[in-house]
């Protein structure tokens, strides 16, 4: 798989590779964090979701770590698909959900055959 | 069940004139939200509804734009003359409660000339 550092607007992978979409956050009272997937002419589609009292969630073909201490997010791809590509953006909501998601900016997920 | 639906789907308009904005949101979803995504950016929050009151429009620019939820259903963002830059995609979103995953439509795209 391939690793990256923190964001890049463009991220290219082999189909059947792993990805690795990086997003650093900002404000240290977030508690719940969202990784959202939009194709173009689409709006944001939901994958997964974590809160600030856990460091790892995983769903299907999909995990997402949080470090707290650096404010660090990172949403896992196993085994890439042709329909993978679209472009990622994280979300962050302040303590207790209260208001609307801040984004981040987003990556390019671009497969590869 | 049926997603957020939003219309018109494209719109093009020349400035200085009127244009709105509607949304349904998904039934029983009490928390609606209007975000406005420019070019290769995440959305940015404008307005949040809880039922019919809107709870937080801080980032609305409340000189040329306006929203309503009368009946805590569908909602409406008016903008009241449209300059250039308001040129975005304009996506709304409903949760079932505010701090919960939230659903977005498929957003209108406009274009001011």
């Known amino acids: 798989g391939e690793s990256v550092g923190l964001h890049l607007p463009t991220l290219s992978v082999q189909e059947g590779d792993n990805s690795i979409i990086n997003c650093a956050y900002s404000?240290?009272?977030?508690?719940?964090f969202i990784w959202y997937k939009q194709e173009s002419g689409k709006g944001p589609q939901f994958i997964i979701d974590?809160?600030?009292?856990?460091d790892k969630r995983q769903g299907q073909r999909v995990t997402v770590l949080l470090n707290k201490t650096v404010k660090h997010l990172s949403l896992q791809i196993a085994a890439t698909q042709p329909g993978d590509s679209a472009v990622y953006f994280c979300a962050e909501g302040p303590s207790g959900g209260a208001d609307g998601l801040t984004f981040g900016k987003g990556t390019h997920l671009i497969i590869q055959p | 069940e049926a997603g957020v639906v939003q219309s018109p789907r494209y719109k093009i308009i020349e400035k200085k004139q009127p244009v709105a904005f509607w949304c349904n949101p998904i039934?029983?979803?009490?928390?609606l939200y209007w975000y406005r995504q420019n070019l290769g950016q995440g959305p940015e929050l404008l307005i949040r509804y809880e039922n019919e009151e809107a709870v937080d429009d801080s980032q609305l620019p409340k000189d040329r734009f306006s929203a309503e939820r009368l009946k805590g259903v569908d909602s409406t963002l008016k903008i009241q003359p449209a300059e250039l830059g308001d040129s975005a995609v304009y996506l709304c979103?409903?949760?079932?409660?505010?701090?919960?995953?939230?659903?977005f439509g498929p957003g209108t795209r406009l274009t001011v000339l």
């Open positions: 404000n240290s009272a977030s508690d719940y």
């Open positions: 974590i809160r600030s009292n856990m």
């Open positions: 039934s029983g979803h009490n928390t």
């Open positions: 979103a409903s949760s079932p409660q505010r701090g919960n995953e939230q659903f």
